[in-house]
């Protein structure tokens, strides 16, 4: 079983920076991306930026790639959203998720096979 974990979420206000981390762990396996996607209330998910963990090659969606960064340290087995300038309406639930298949792109929550339960990210104005 793969456990993944998301932490860092909370409540901030406009134009503060805030960074999510992501830690997968469980059984051996070869990840080779991390995603990031968010639920505002009332909303579809969304895909935020991925990561493959091989490489190191990013992937943004237009609204976060000017305030967004994703990296990931494969010594730690952890991911990482680095999230700046935030708005109210980044306020969402945000989930990583890890994919253990190849793809040349990580747009698609399709394309990932565990998820971890979320974190609440609340930006106040």
């Known amino acids: 079983q793969v456990q993944v974990v998301e932490s860092g979420g909370g409540l901030v206000q406009a134009g503060d920076s805030l960074r999510l981390s992501c830690v997968a762990s469980g059984r051996t396996f070869v990840r080779t991306a991390m995603g990031w996607f968010r639920q505002a209330p009332g909303k579809d998910r969304e895909f935020v930026a991925a990561?493959?963990?091989?490489?190191?090659?990013?992937s943004y969606a237009d609204f976060a790639k000017d305030r967004v960064t994703i990296s990931r340290d494969i010594a730690k087995n952890t991911g990482y959203l680095q999230m700046s300038s935030l708005k109210p309406e980044d306020t969402a639930v945000y989930y990583c998720?890890?994919?253990?298949?190849?793809?040349?792109?990580?747009?698609?929550?399709?394309?990932?096979?565990?998820w971890g339960q979320g974190t609440q990210v609340t930006v106040a104005s």
């Open positions: 998720a890890v994919s253990i298949r190849s793809y040349f792109d990580y747009e698609n929550e399709e394309r990932y096979d565990y």
């Open positions: 990561v493959t963990w091989g490489f190191g090659k990013s």
